[in-house]
């Protein structure tokens, strides 16, 4: 349920400013954390407030807490100038000018902040009050009225609410009530309030004279004597409308403290004294919404469902409005008191009543069918939530929540239990107390609550060790509460645990919380889990329902291209991009970063086959990959090949699976070592990734003899690469690049093995000038080879080398598909022959 602020604000302190923060946060963490949600869309979306805009706000309040309104309107109009969309401001600037005795100013600022914030309900509560004043004032004789009466030789005269007949004050009565007046004017209000009682005790019959003594007490800041004031015209004047303004205005600033000494004892676990201090708020401003709800989260946690009862109906009794939660509190009161006849009829009447937000009216829905399901009767729940689509906010879980709880126990007999009903749909009534009143949220029944709002709060101040803590107990409180799940998960991320928040992740898709989620939150559960089928799926789910969100589309393509659904990967990862190159201030690096993964994973995505063709001299593992090979024994020599590839079941997202026929022969040997077309030697063969966070790659392959020196042999390789910037990056003209490999083989047949690696580390430049494609990698290098049909030594050698690589075949959906790279080099031996040292030089076009 929103919160409902009393029509009274006067100064908001920290603690006003703490709970608009909250609220503010409780937004930014997305569908995962419930709110406080205010009417007004302007106003819930509204930024916590700092900087100096809070400090300005801070000094309007204080202002305002002694008095110097003056002070506190010019603060007011200074914050609203720069936070024009928090509400709290434009309360302070009308309080502030009402308190100057203007309230059609206070009205108009209130009228001003509707439009422009919306029908937010404290906004409509203070300005229905202040309409309330001007429409009495208008009927009540002013002290300039007196003071011309006096002048004219007369006294004056008003209207007697129940007397036919107009009160004349003569003698010393006039006299005193002609100098309560001029002091009032003069502001002067300790001295306006002694003469107004001291004419009060000669004519206690007149009105006029009370509503002077009770405006002087106020003036002054003496809030009880102004109430006593009130309280003893009352018998005499009765209901008068005056009176009852007046009593509205003092309950509205009396009532926050005794709300505050409930909020002190309930936290202090004195629910007794909570229970006396909010029935004496209720006293003082009884028409406020805020401290009903108090006192029913009190008689909650008490247990005392008969007085719940009872504190429900005296709030409809005396039609306080909106009356929907209160038929849902005394329908949920009745429940737990075995009285399931009554407690249907207050839930038909919160259900039929139209005086709630959409939101409150999909709370009262869930509350409700809380006690249906733990009543035993879960298909009245899952009727009663039919017809509630998805909204975007907290509620959203809740209903998916409560309708797998609901599916569960139609598999189990439930038998109807009072108890049952009282544990288990246990509302929840969130209340914030400040200067201004007390505003309740109401949420449906959660065990994990307060652990939840303190490891809220924990991440609040930057505490990420005790925010996982509490949302362990969140968890542990209420195991079956998925959203406490997504919550510790998040907090395991913020606490730089990935590990952890995948295993939470695992544990709640075993314990098959899934589908007691929104579509699109177990589909990043999923995801989070390592189960990209799963995801796939319930990202799909909610596409159909219209509840995928265009910067999520990128994931759903993830999730597809990692579960091998190529086509579909494709599908997505294009909406994906469609979005991210229109969005509305022009593509922001860390987009086009984003932007360039996207297009990297549509390209290989779309790939079934390619082929790749290198000439090299000594180039032995100078490109990484395991395309080329040389006859053993063979060095210093020239060599050029051939291969095209295949991949049978597609991209198999962060898997491979390829098979390949290759050729390649040596030229232009020295020491009169074969060369050319004997050298010749094919190959047909298969290779996989077979691990995803690893870049391994095994192949086995048949060699076959083209030329007489070629030999014939089976062959197993394993090779490996790593690094990073080895992409060409779009958002920066430069950057750090390392990249290692490693390969191993062994020739079946003749026995022999070899080995081969090298480390490069150096900077990237991108080539503008020339073309954006054209990329140089300068880079110092340690390479190494072995080879067992040479000897047995191990040759090292370090030196420096250049890359050029021109990077070709893109499309506005795929990143380059194709690239030629030209790599020359020189290494100083460090150990074994002289295969360690010299030139070396490598050419590869990739298509």
């Not at 309104?69 to 302070?92: F, G, K, N, T």
């Not at 246990?426 to 200067?435: I, K, S």
């Not at 997505?572 to 229109?582: K, N, P, S, V």
Request: glycine residues 8%; charged residues 20%.
């Amino acid at each position: 349920m929103k919160r409902m602020p009393n029509a009274f604000p006067t100064q908001p302190t920290q603690p006003a400013l703490r709970a608009i923060a909250l609220a503010a946060l409780c937004l930014s963490l997305g569908a995962n954390v419930p709110v406080r949600a205010q009417a007004a869309p302007a106003a819930a979306h509204a930024l916590p407030l700092s900087g100096a805009a809070y400090r300005v706000a801070q000094q309007g309040y204080d202002a305002f807490a002694r008095h110097d309104y003056a002070a506190a309107q010019r603060y007011a109009r200074e914050a609203i100038r720069q936070r024009p969309d928090v509400a709290s401001l434009r309360l302070l600037l009308a309080n502030a000018e009402a308190a100057q005795g203007n309230l059609r100013a206070g009205s108009r600022t209130l009228s001003e902040a509707i439009a422009q914030l919306g029908p937010e309900p404290s906004l409509v509560a203070r300005r229905k009050a202040f309409d309330t004043q001007i429409a009495a004032a208008t009927a009540r004789p002013s002290a300039s009225r007196a003071t011309q009466a006096s002048r004219a030789g007369r006294p004056a005269q008003a209207a007697q609410p129940g007397h036919g007949s107009p009160d004349n004050l003569t003698g010393r009565a006039f006299v005193l009530a002609q100098d309560a007046y001029r002091a009032y004017d003069a502001k002067d209000y300790a001295r306006a309030l002694r003469e107004a009682n001291a004419a009060i005790a000669l004519r206690p019959d007149v009105l006029r004279l009370r509503l002077l003594a009770i405006d002087a007490a106020m003036a002054q800041g003496e809030d009880a004597a102004a109430w006593q004031l009130a309280q003893d015209a009352a018998p005499r004047f009765g209901n008068n409308a005056e009176l009852r303004a007046r009593r509205s205005q003092i309950g509205a600033r009396l009532a926050p403290k005794f709300a505050a000494a409930a909020q002190d004892a309930q936290q202090r676990g004195d629910l007794a004294d909570a229970a006396t201090q909010a029935r004496a708020a209720i006293a003082y401003a009884p028409d406020r919404i805020g401290y009903r709800l108090k006192l029913f989260g009190i008689l909650i946690d008490e247990g005392d469902m008969p007085a719940l009862d009872a504190a429900a109906s005296d709030a409809l009794s005396a039609n306080i409005t909106p009356t929907m939660m209160l038929h849902v509190m005394r329908g949920y009161a009745r429940a737990a008191q075995g009285q399931a006849a009554q407690a249907d009829a207050d839930f038909t009447q919160a259900l039929q009543a139209d005086d709630g937000s959409a939101r409150e009216r999909r709370v009262a829905r869930v509350i409700v069918a809380d006690v249906w399901t733990a009543q035993g009767e879960p298909q009245r729940a899952l009727d009663l939530l039919k017809p509630l689509g998805t909204q975007g906010d907290d509620t959203d879980a809740w209903i998916a929540a409560r309708r797998y709880t609901a599916r569960e126990a139609l598999a189990r007999s439930t038998p109807e239990s009072a108890q049952q009903v009282a544990s288990e749909a246990r509302p929840v009534l969130d209340c914030a107390v400040d200067a201004s009143g007390a505003a309740c949220d109401v949420y449906a029944a959660d065990a994990g609550f307060a652990a939840r709002r303190a490891s809220i709060l924990a991440a609040q101040r930057g505490d990420k060790e005790a925010a996982v803590h509490y949302a362990r107990a969140a968890v542990d409180a209420a195991p079956r509460n998925p959203q406490h799940r997504v919550e510790l998960i998040d907090a395991l991320v913020a606490a730089g645990d990935p590990d952890g928040a995948r295993r939470e992740a695992r544990a709640a898709l075993d314990a098959g919380l899934l589908d007691a989620m929104p579509p699109l939150s177990a589909a990043y559960l999923a995801q989070r889990a390592g189960a990209d089928r799963r995801a796939f799926e319930y990202f799909v789910q909610a596409d159909e329902a219209g509840q995928l969100p265009p910067q999520a589309a990128g994931d759903a393509g993830y999730s597809a291209y990692r579960a091998w659904f190529d086509s579909a990967a494709a599908r997505y990862l294009e909406r994906a991009i469609d979005y991210g190159t229109a969005p509305p201030d022009g593509v922001a690096p860390a987009t086009l970063l984003q932007l360039q993964d996207l297009r990297n994973v549509h390209a290989d995505v779309t790939r079934d086959w390619g082929f790749i063709a290198s000439i090299n001299y000594r180039g032995a593992g100078l490109q990484p990959g395991v395309t080329t090979g040389s006859v053993p024994g063979a060095y210093n020599n020239w060599q050029m090949g051939v291969e095209g590839y295949w991949r049978p079941f597609g991209s198999l997202g962060d898997r491979n699976f390829e098979v390949y026929a290759r050729a390649y022969q040596d030229f232009g040997a020295k020491g009169g070592a074969p060369s050319g077309v004997s050298t010749a030697l094919g190959a047909i063969g298969m290779r996989a990734k077979p691990f995803e966070s690893i870049n391994a790659v095994i192949a086995f392959e048949r060699l076959i003899p083209i030329g007489s020196h070629a030999p014939s042999d089976w062959l197993v390789r394993l090779a490996y690469s790593g690094g990073f910037g080895t992409e060409r990056r779009l958002d920066v003209p430069s950057w750090w690049t390392v990249q290692d490999y490693a390969e191993v083989g062994h020739y079946v047949s003749n026995g022999w093995n070899y080995a081969t690696g090298y480390l490069e580390a150096g900077r990237t430049w991108r080539l503008d000038r020339i073309s954006p494609k054209l990329t140089v990698f300068p880079y110092g290098v340690i390479g190494m080879d072995y080879d067992s049909s040479i000897n047995h030594s191990v040759p090292v050698g370090m030196g420096v080398g250049v890359s050029t690589r021109y990077w070709f075949r893109d499309t506005f959906y795929d990143s380059p598909r194709s690239y030629v790279d030209v790599s020359v080099q020189y290494r100083w031996r460090l150990t074994g022959d002289d295969r360690a040292g010299g030139v070396f030089f490598g050419a590869v076009l990739s298509y």
